[in-house]
């Protein structure tokens, strides 16, 4: 198995090894693209894999109506960050679940399994600005679970 993720590392360049590996992805959210109704692809998993994701905003989302997202798989779309509204989510804030603030508690952890894509899905109107980067925190359960950004 090979994998281009990444552990996190204290000061001195040491592994931190308990929260597993680290893939990321940043959306800059534009109203026909990224902000579009429908999903976007964030992550994409082969084999076995435990996921904690959440995401940090740079950016204050903006709409121009009443906008809802989460993230999840085609199975669940709202599986692993339950709906919020998007405009709540404000620069400096951590979305973890069906609020965000600028501190909250860790993720839940979830398995996903055979080629799973995890999805962001927007819906009832279009994200018009801001910026969310997510991380997939995840740790390989079976000899080829992999977690790789779409």
């Known amino acids: 198995m090979v994998t281009s993720s990444t552990f996190i590392r204290d000061g001195n360049f040491v592994p931190i090894t308990n929260r597993g590996l680290t893939t ?39 709409s121009g109506g009443a906008v809802t997202i989460s993230v999840g798989t085609a199975d669940s779309v709202q599986g692993l960050i339950a709906t919020e509204t998007a405009t709540n989510i404000n620069a400096g804030f951590v979305w973890v679940s069906n609020s965000s603030d600028f501190i909250d508690d860790y993720p839940v952890s979830k398995i996903v399994t055979n080629s799973s894509t995890i999805t962001q899905t927007v819906a009832d109107a279009t994200i018009t600005g801001g910026v969310l980067t997510y991380y997939c925190l995840w740790t390989p359960i079976s000899q080829d679970g992999n977690v790789v950004a779409a």
């Open 24 to 62: 990321s992805k940043e959306v800059t959210f534009v109203a026909g693209t990224t902000g579009a109704i429908g999903t976007l692809d964030l992550f994409v998993v082969t084999g076995t894999v435990v996921v904690n994701i959440f995401a940090v905003c740079s950016s204050d989302l903006t």
